[in-house]
């Protein structure tokens, strides 16, 4: 059974645009679906599905029967409680990794994982790299920037923000981020299952050579909306109480929020720029989206789904 794929994650939002990347490469795709999470349209894409989730050994032996690589997506970016990023990034990671010890597996891990001393979700990518690089078989991990575009729910309250004129940021002069819009990361992922790259982490983004700051995102933003945007930055005390607060929330058992007090400390972080472009090189990747062009790609999706 050639050219078979085995996918986490595809219900996500990087996860969707990934399974329509491999079927453009023709590759035969199995996928990996929770029971209660619906299946998201993938035109002119034909995938096997396996109903399990990260922690259904069982499902996953399944997943990874007969596969040529397992690119292992799913992971989780928000949490109530910090222990579930270990649960999901790390043991997850690891009972993936434990059924197909020398089958070829691509970790979509974050630039977060850089710095794991600054949150639990940090610390839980760093832990999942370590566990990716222990195994038997060949593996490779790709630190993601901040990635936006089509589908994105988390982004898409900076745009509603941004298109009332206001796109907040940390008061951080000096921050640079790299970013990249979710069709070239998958693009990426993509040409990785084809490419044999030695085992390592590496780090992609769109190309912007040293990053973006928080005002070029504002400008960007504009240009997309048709509007002037103003760059509002934001001291850390007030994230710091919005932070506590979801905290709370989360204590309480409300729904999970991006916000909380271990966020704060990963956007109050200036240099979230990618220092390695080994995979870019070796891909020869070049992005098809620009900062200006991504966003506009976003902002139009966002309008025609009546999302913004």
Not at 72 to 97: C, E, Q, W, Y
């Amino acid at each position: 059974m050639g050219r078979l794929v085995a996918v986490t994650g595809a219900t996500g939002f990087v996860g969707s645009h990934l399974v329509s990347a491999l079927a453009r490469r023709g590759w035969k795709i199995r996928l990996l679906v929770r029971r209660w999470s619906p299946v998201p349209p993938l035109p002119g894409v034909e995938a096997e599905i396996v109903l399990g989730d990260l922690a259904d050994e069982a499902a996953l032996r399944r997943l990874v029967e007969g596969v040529d690589t397992v690119i292992h997506a799913a992971g989780l970016i928000k949490a109530r409680a910090p222990a579930d990023f270990m649960i999901v990034n790390r043991d997850g990671t690891a009972r993936l990794s434990a059924v197909a010890p020398r089958t070829r597996f691509i970790l979509l891990s974050s630039l977060a994982a850089r710095e794991p001393q600054l949150s639990t979700y940090a610390e839980s990518k760093r832990a999942a790299e370590q566990l990716v690089a222990d195994r038997t078989g060949p593996w490779v991990a790709v630190r993601a920037p901040a990635v936006y575009g089509p589908g994105d729910r988390e982004t898409l309250t900076y745009f509603k923000a941004a298109a009332r004129g206001l796109a907040p940021r940390p008061r951080l002069d000096e921050a640079r981020l790299a970013l990249i819009h979710v069709e070239d990361l998958a693009e990426v992922l993509a040409a990785t299952v084809e490419s044999p790259l030695p085992n390592s982490v590496y780090e992609i983004d769109d190309g912007r050579e040293g990053g973006h700051g928080y005002d070029d995102m504002a400008a960007a933003a504009g240009v997309a909306l048709g509007r002037a945007v103003w760059s509002v930055p934001v001291p850390r005390i007030a994230m710091d109480i919005v932070g506590s607060a979801n905290d709370l929330r989360h204590a309480l058992g409300g729904p999970a929020q991006i916000l909380t007090r271990a966020k704060v400390g990963e956007l109050f972080h200036s240099d979230w720029t990618t220092h390695d472009h080994r995979l870019a090189e070796t891909l020869d990747f070049r992005a098809q989206y620009d900062l200006e062009a991504g966003f506009r790609d976003t902002v139009l999706w966002y309008r025609r789904q009546g999302w913004l």
